[in-house]
Each structure stands twice: as structure tokens, then as C-alpha cells.
């Protein structure tokens, strides 16, 4: 059935890391973008933009027809968690956050999102992504379904 159909969907998405604790610093966000590029080409999605922040990703990605959004954020998160344990990446206990956030991209907005994400370091100096997760639930009325998470302790 996939070679008969057509797909031409763009998506911008975003995990955090568990308890949004900042594990991703310097080199070890960039071991973990080298891996989520490596894993997002074996697994055939094609992937445009990404970014890792010390406590969440980026994505801009295309799926394909025979590819469903929670299956491959859970691969990505799922192979890319056990290598970075495994790898002693970031401090120990390292996790993702249970839950992502995904939105659809238009093409016509394709370079829009793309040049966004490129300027999450700039863009996160002045808001907490936690805080613009909670402006894009209220202002787009979207459902969180298991994006909330308690704080350690």
C-alpha cells in the first residue's frame, strides 16, 4: 500500500530530557544530535533541521507514508536514550521526558520553522521552552496527553 500513496508530511517536533534536567551540554549535545541524525537516516525519515538544547530537541522531519509520529519519536528517543546511558554521554540517570510535541509544517512554512529551530540558543536565552510549551497549549487549545511530568523529589 505505501508505494501507492503520497505523503508529504513536514513535522516540527520537540522532547525534552526527564525533569527538563539540562544533561545535554556542549559535547554531549552533540554526540546526541549525531546520533538522532544517524538513527533518523536508518530508520528512512528525512530529516531537515535539528537542534538539541541542554534539556530538550528540535526536529523538522518528513515521514514517510508507512511511518506513524509516535512510532518514530519512539524509536528516536528509545535507541538514542539507550546509547547515551551507554555511552556514559551525560551524567548518569539520563532519560527523556515521557511525552513529545508535534506539529504539522507547511511547506510554504518549511524555512520558517527550519530557521527557528537554528536559533533555539538565541531564542531560549529569553524564553524557557517549558514556558512556550505552556503558551502553545493555551493559545492552540492542544491536548497535552502525558506531556505533564512531576519534579524529582
Known amino acids: 500500500m505505501p508505494n501507492h500513496s503520497v505523503c508529504h508530511l513536514w513535522l516540527h517536533i520537540i522532547w525534552g530530557t526527564k525533569y527538563r534536567i539540562p544533561y545535554l ?6 554526540a546526541v544530535r549525531e546520533m538522532l541524525v544517524q538513527h533518523a537516516d536508518e530508520l528512512g525519515v528525512e530529516l531537515r ?5 541542554p534539556d530538550h530537541v528540535h526536529l523538522l522531519l518528513r515521514l514517510r507514508p508507512d511511518q506513524s509520529v509516535a512510532t518514530i519519536v519512539q524509536h528516536l528517543k528509545g535507541r538514542s536514550s539507550r546509547l547515551i546511558s551507554k555511552a556514559g554521554i551525560a ?5 527523556w521526558a515521557v511525552g513529545y510535541a ?3 509544517v507547511s511547506a510554504s512554512n518549511l524555512g520558517r520553522v527550519s530557521g527557528y529551530i537554528k536559533r533555539q540558543a ?11 510549551v505552556d503558551e502553545l497549549v493555551k493559545d492552540f487549545e ?12
Open 25 to 30: 551540554t556542549d559535547s554531549a549535545g552533540d
Open 49 to 53: 533541521t535539528i537542534y538539541v538544547n
Open 91 to 95: 551524567r548518569s540517570s539520563f532519560g
Open 102 to 104: 508535534a506539529f504539522s
Open 122 to 132: 538565541i531564542h531560549h536565552r529569553r524564553v524557557p521552552w517549558t514556558e512556550l
Open 142 to 153: 492542544l491536548h497535552r496527553g502525558g506531556m505533564e511530568e512531576a519534579s524529582p523529589g
